[in-house]
C-alpha cells in the first residue's frame, strides 16, 4: 500500500481513503484533520491522527510504503473542512 504524506512550510498531512480509516477503526481524529467529502479522502493530521493509522496498519501486519509531497506554499489541505463524522 502507497501512502502519500504531504508537507508545507507549516504541517503536514497523511493523505488516506475514508474507507481505510473505517476498515481499520480509526474514525476517532482532531479537527486538526481535513477531509475533502468529494473524493472521500482524509489527510491525516501529523501529530497524532496520522500515528493513529500506522498503528493500525502496523498491528494488522499491512505493509506500506510512504512517498512525501512537498508544498512549497501553503497546502490546498487547509482550505477543506475539517474531519467530523456523522
Known amino acids: 500500500m502507497l501512502l502519500k504524506f504531504?508537507?508545507?512550510p507549516g504541517?503536514?498531512?497523511?493523505?488516506?481513503?475514508?474507507?481505510?480509516?473505517?476498515?481499520?477503526?480509526v474514525e476517532n481524529v482532531t479537527p486538526y484533520s481535513y477531509i475533502d467529502p468529494a473524493?472521500?479522502?482524509?489527510?491525516?493530521?501529523?501529530?497524532l491522527d496520522a500515528g493513529r493509522l500506522i498503528d493500525a496498519l502496523e498491528d494488522a501486519e499491512v505493509e506500506?510504503?510512504?512517498?512525501?509531497i512537498d508544498h512549497r506554499d501553503l497546502c490546498f489541505i487547509r482550505e477543506?473542512?475539517?474531519v467530523c463524522w456523522s
Request: glycine content about 6%.
Open 6 to 8: 504531504h508537507i508545507d
Open 11 to 25: 504541517h503536514g498531512w497523511l493523505e488516506a481513503d475514508v474507507s481505510l480509516l473505517r476498515e481499520f477503526n
Open 39 to 47: 473524493k472521500g479522502i482524509v489527510y491525516l493530521e501529523e501529530d
Open 64 to 68: 506500506y510504503d510512504v512517498t512525501y
Open 80 to 82: 477543506l473542512p475539517p
